[in-house]
């Protein structure tokens, strides 16, 4: 039974829908457990008994929100070799274009040897159906790969 962690930050609710979405997309695959967690309330342990990680954001001054960062700070030094090639996917809520998060994201991503697994949701202005509906779609892959050992 494949368990997939979503990390997320979010202040107007936006980012809170995206993350709600990418569970719906876990709850899809048939066993498949989503664990939803705040990311000021996540935990190593979360991330280490994670099959795969969804990590979402707002996009804060060009960067990924402060929660994210600090759970990015707290669990780094401590999951070393633990968390090779976890597969992960990104989802951000931008006033802009989402790019400064972004890259934020998968450089920190590339220290923990993360592996994308799925192309990053970057909903731009107003929250639309067709943004939660790649959501959905990011939680399904990476619940379905998990469970088909394909990551």
Same mark, same amino acid.
């Given at each position: 039974m494949p368990k997939i962690l979503i990390v997320y930050a979010s202040q107007t609710g936006n980012t809170e829908r995206? +993350?709600?979405?990418?569970a %719906? #997309?876990?709850?899809?695959i048939e066993g498949a457990l989503a664990v939803l &967690?705040? !990311? #000021? %309330? +996540?935990? /190593? %342990? $979360? /991330? /280490?008994? !994670? $099959?795969?990680? !969804?990590?979402?954001?707002?996009?804060?001054f060009g960067y990924m929100a402060g +929660?994210? &960062? $600090?759970?990015?700070d707290r669990t780094f030094y401590p999951s070393q070799d633990k968390v090779f090639r976890k597969p992960y996917g990104i989802f951000i809520s931008a006033g802009n274009d989402g790019?400064?998060? /972004?890259? !934020?994201?998968?450089?920190? +991503?590339l220290g923990y040897k993360f592996k994308r697994?799925? %192309?990053?949701v970057i909903s731009r202005g107003a929250l639309k159906e067709d943004i939660l509906e790649k959501c959905r779609e990011l939680g399904g892959v990476l619940a379905g790969g998990c469970e088909a050992g394909i990551f």
């Amino acid at each position: 039974m494949p368990k997939i962690l979503i990390v997320y930050a979010s202040q107007t609710g936006n980012t809170e829908r995206m +993350a709600r979405a990418v569970a %719906e #997309g876990v709850g899809q695959i048939e066993g498949a457990l989503a664990v939803l &967690k705040r !990311a #000021g %309330e +996540a935990t /190593l %342990e $979360d /991330l /280490l008994s !994670a $099959d795969g990680l !969804a990590v979402g954001t707002p996009e804060n001054f060009g960067y990924m929100a402060g +929660a994210v &960062k $600090d759970f990015f700070d707290r669990t780094f030094y401590p999951s070393q070799d633990k968390v090779f090639r976890k597969p992960y996917g990104i989802f951000i809520s931008a006033g802009n274009d989402g790019t400064g998060a /972004l890259a !934020a994201v998968e450089r920190i +991503a590339l220290g923990y040897k993360f592996k994308r697994v799925f %192309e990053p949701v970057i909903s731009r202005g107003a929250l639309k159906e067709d943004i939660l509906e790649k959501c959905r779609e990011l939680g399904g892959v990476l619940a379905g790969g998990c469970e088909a050992g394909i990551f």
